[in-house]
DNA sequence: GTTTTCATTTATCATTAGATAAATTAAACC
DNA sequence: GGTTTAATTTATCTAATGATAAATGAAAAC
């Protein structure tokens, strides 16, 4: 009760439990964000000043520490105020999907976020593919359909989405992922004004999205009305 | 000399060094791309019906085994004829640009090619960013250069050829290789008619690319020329 | 058909992996 | 201030890891 309730925290040692599990989870994002998820558990240790046995006293193996780290970086760290923004009617379809675009490519272009998400995927977990299915009903879903409203094409009501449509949304947030990829996958420097670069792509992506997509809606209905 | 000079290859054992040599990096490829550049020499011994030892009278290390694996998929993969296509005047670099992009994407959107490119990024390898930097410098620049000279736009020999513009081509880029990515890395099914919608994409791209190269031709040559 | 060659296997080393149990010791409690 | 609690460490197990040396045996050479 003097200067400070918390121990000072210049003698590290020993942490309460909360203080700890945080600790070695942080720890844990950086370190498998750096040497991928084969990382040695002798290592974070090390790193985390601490001895290995102790990893096993919060986290029963590694794999549930795993767990732990995509709940941290993919769970906790999706924006449910984008899924308001994409609903929001006050702004054109156009100016919704630039600021979601915006917010969420800086969101996600980390070394912790992409680095940890390709590893899971390339070791088989259904992590990137889950996160991406929630993108896709949660964003592209109700972006596609007002973009279908604006252009006064069908409702998906009476003509499903298809898979072509969902593909040039895909294109163009494939393309700024492009960037995040380059710098921090492929280890290379993208000295960019991303501001302006990304601006420059919607801004292509707007304009010409209205043709292409009537063209694919005509024959989608074309195929489905047919066979 | 009688029916078959090589022996037949039935009973399996007992390759020439050329044979044994070719099929182990085969092998090596289809396995790292699975398993990851961690993968262990016993079990891709055991997938090859070999011993572990063999492996090494054929490469003294595993380090120098992916370096083969590396030459076999990404430089001998490389079409000079790419290069080519890309200088020839008699189609427009629109279309040089779009027959350039679908075989180059077909080329590389293999399980192989993409997964053991991006676990080679993650490992820290330089080869992604050496691989696409010949991309950069062999097609893309010459693109950029034909797409100034069709938009009546300065000669890159006189206005140097500025990130940004590069950023429009590794946007479509990217965009195109995103459908890859899904499917090897995320191990996603994307059940697309792709050449439909490779088609789409690029020509949204085509579309659009004049007037954005226009306007930051024009802000880069203010920036330059000013400052 | 015997000998030679060399592709392949068996046996083995030193190191490192995730995980567990028991011993220690800093801090909270009365 | 002695006792209790529990955060942390030391010691250790078992199974793999890349790599090497010596033994084997099928095919080529003569």
Redesign the interface.
């Known amino acids: 009760m003097s200067q400070s309730d918390k121990p000072l925290r210049a003698t590290k040692h020993r942490l309460t439990p909360a203080e700890r599990e945080r600790q070695i989870i942080d720890g844990a994002i950086a370190f498998f964000a750096e040497v991928?998820l084969?990382g040695q558990t002798r290592e974070l240790a090390h790193r985390l000043g601490i001895t290995q046995p102790l990893l096993y006293r919060y986290f029963p193996s590694k794999e549930l520490l795993l767990e732990r780290v995509y709940d941290a970086v993919y769970v906790k760290r999706w924006k449910p105020e984008w899924e308001v923004l994409i609903a929001d009617r006050s702004l054109s379809i156009g100016e919704r999907f630039r600021r979601f675009e915006k917010d969420y490519q800086r969101t996600i272009m980390t070394y912790d976020w992409l680095?940890i998400f390709?590893?899971a995927?390339?070791?088989?977990t259904?992590l990137?593919?889950r996160y991406?299915?929630r993108v896709r009903s949660q964003i592209f879903t109700p972006v596609l359909a007002e973009l279908r409203r604006e252009l006064g094409l069908l409702s998906p009501d009476l003509l499903p989405l298809c898979?072509?449509e969902f593909?040039?949304i895909?294109?163009?947030?494939?393309?700024?992922?492009?960037?995040g990829?380059?710098r921090f996958?492929?280890?290379?420097d993208?000295?960019?004004?991303q501001e302006?670069?990304f601006d420059?792509?919607i801004?292509?992506?707007l304009?010409?999205?209205g043709?292409?997509m009537r063209?694919?809606v005509a024959e989608h209905q074309a195929r489905t009305g047919k066979s």
């Open positions: 991928g084969d680095r390709f590893s995927g390339l070791k088989g259904d990137p593919a991406l299915q898979a072509e593909e040039l895909f294109g163009i947030h494939g393309a700024l992922l492009y960037v990829i380059r996958i492929y280890n290379m993208v000295s960019i004004d302006l670069v420059a792509e801004d292509a992506f304009a010409g999205v043709p292409v063209r694919l």
